[in-house]
């Protein structure tokens, strides 16, 4: 009888739990964590990122972290926030605040700030320890399909003289 009560009870903690959704990567699924940063945290609306630094980053003998592969983290950072199948970046303001060196570990933070039809504005920060590394605005646009799928129809269709018919 003890052994049923515990059961009932269990059943009814389980009542009381909330349900965790499981948030599911919907955009850039084949990306190179280990070149753009491995997600530590996902929500909605918010993401985290640990980006380690590689040799293969290096610009200079003293092991200076090119900026461009902290730049790539931020925006993988960024699409990650918004997590739509076909989200572009179409614009970005940022800024490198310190420099970042071979071996450091660099944490981003991203969240969408400000949504207005497909249009997503989302801010992402880096750190290395305590000390900011890198803050950026990330203006993003959620197209209908792929970007490499979309078309333009009036060029298509004034140099063919008849519309292309779409792929799926």
Known sequence: MAENEVN???????????????IIIQTHERINQDLCGEVIKFEQGCVELRLTTLSEMVADDIGLIHGGFIFSAADYAAMLAVNERNVVLVASDCQFLSPVKFHD?????ARVRHKEGRKRNVHVEAFVLDIKVFEGEFKTVITERHVLKLKLLDKEESESGTPVEEES
């Open 105 to 109: 570990e660099v944490h981003f933070v």
């Open 8 to 22: 009932e009870e269990e059943l009814e903690l389980e009542d009381y739990r909330e349900d965790e959704e499981q």
